[in-house]
């Protein structure tokens, strides 16, 4: 009888030669439990998507209870739909008053898209501008702004009139000019290894879009619902996008992204043309039952009241020779290794050992962790002497690897 490891292999579209290969038969909070028993304690969430654990029981019920009324009906924005009026509505109400206005697809890169679009139409011009390193997802338009070379060569030619400026340095903030339609940027820059803003390099950046007419959209794809220790994170630095991206964990499981902005840019799309951005599936009324039960999970249980505590525990306990520095912002965490072939080592161990970690696609020597909000101080320490414990049965303290 032929195993769900060979289907996956045989049949199912792979995107690497080393898939982790790990078989799961059910999640639950922060746990993912496989076929024959193994227990992982889950230290990325799905890559920030699992905010509130797996399975949460308020996700769970809003998921049922709409299953009961309807799933799909017609194409986004033609029916009064309650799920997606009240996700708006819940949305509107964490955000400043001139962010009213969502617009609902299924996942963070069609969110990058319809952003982008946005921002052409509204504004008339055509520049995109974003940051080296950056990650905006893997679509056309994302793949163009994203800010890493060796993934959009072998998919050119892509989206024209896309330039880039480096993260954190204030002097390439003149390249913004009058003919810059947007500069998208990720408030704390993920695949990078979760990289922070510094010198109020935010502030400046919005100062110099405002100077030109530009639209700054900020993208907290990863950074948001919570994962920074505040609800967004670009609250943490006195600024206001124009545009707001959204998705990973929002759906608390479920697909889903949105891109939030005023209303009077919002409307560019109504006219010339007309459904000026279309999508089938964008705002799925079940995927929006599930995301404001928890937006309301986040709020309600006071997730966010415990975020720095536990990212402070983590680095507390996670104190070795070999690793070399832990950036983070809340618990979007990265732990540097000396090199891609430690850390590697030392993620397969492990996981072997019952913890999920990874690494992050600009910064291979920096481990990934971010796990869902709702873990306790107990499983923190559980998953610290793991990884301490792995370190040393792969690389241990010193000498060269």
Request: hydrophobic share 40%; proline share 4%.
């Amino acid at each position: 009888m032929i195993s769900m490891r060979q289907l996956f292999l045989k049949h199912q579209a792979q995107t690497s030669d080393f898939p982790l290969m790990i078989e799961v038969e059910k999640a639950e909070g922060v746990y993912m439990y496989g076929v024959n028993g193994e227990r992982y304690l889950d230290l990325i969430s799905g890559i920030g998507v699992s905010n509130v654990g797996h399975r949460h029981p308020r996700v769970l019920k809003a998921i049922h209870e709409q299953l009961d009324k309807y799933m799909h009906l017609m194409v986004y924005g033609e029916f009064v739909q309650a799920p997606q009026a009240k996700l708006a509505e819940a949305l509107t109400a964490t955000l400043p008053a001139r962010l009213n206005n969502v617009y609902f697809l299924n996942s963070g890169t069609e969110a990058v898209e319809g952003a982008l679009k946005l921002a052409k139409r509204y504004t008339g011009r055509t520049e995109l501008i974003s940051c080296r390193n950056a990650y905006h997802g893997s679509t056309q338009g994302a793949l163009s702004v994203n800010g890493s070379e060796s993934f959009k060569n072998a998919f050119r030619p892509l989206l024209p009139d896309v330039r880039h400026i480096r993260y954190n340095n204030l002097p390439d903030l003149q390249d913004i000019t009058t003919r810059t339609a947007a500069v998208i940027v990720e408030v704390v820059q993920g695949e990078a290894g979760v990289r922070v803003p510094e010198n109020n390099y935010l502030t400046h950046l919005r100062a110099r879009c405002s100077e030109v007419g530009a639209l700054l959209i900020l993208d907290e794809i990863q950074s948001g619902f919570g994962r920074t220790g505040t609800f967004w994170a670009f609250e943490q630095f006195g600024i206001e996008p124009d545009i707001l991206l959204c998705a990973k964990g929002m759906g608390g499981g479920m697909p889903i992204g949105a891109f939030i902005a005023p209303q009077e840019i919002m409307a560019a799309f109504k006219t010339d043309p007309i459904l000026g951005h279309c999508t089938t599936f964008g705002g799925h009324p079940v995927s929006c039952a599930a995301s404001l039960a928890t937006l309301q999970a986040i709020l309600e249980e006071n997730l966010l009241d415990s975020v720095k505590a536990k990212a402070e525990l983590f680095k507390k306990l996670l104190v070795h020779p070999r690793i070399k520095e832990i950036r983070n912002c809340g618990l979007m965490m990265a732990a540097e290794f000396e090199s891609f072939e430690v850390l590697k080592a030392v993620i397969d161990k492990a996981i072997l050992n019952g913890v999920l970690t990874d690494w992050f696609l600009f910064c291979d020597n920096s481990m990934r962790i971010a796990p869902p909000l709702t873990i306790t101080e107990d499983q923190i320490r559980e998953a610290c002497e793991i990884i301490l414990r792995s370190i040393e049965e792969t690389v241990g303290s010193q000498g060269p690897s």
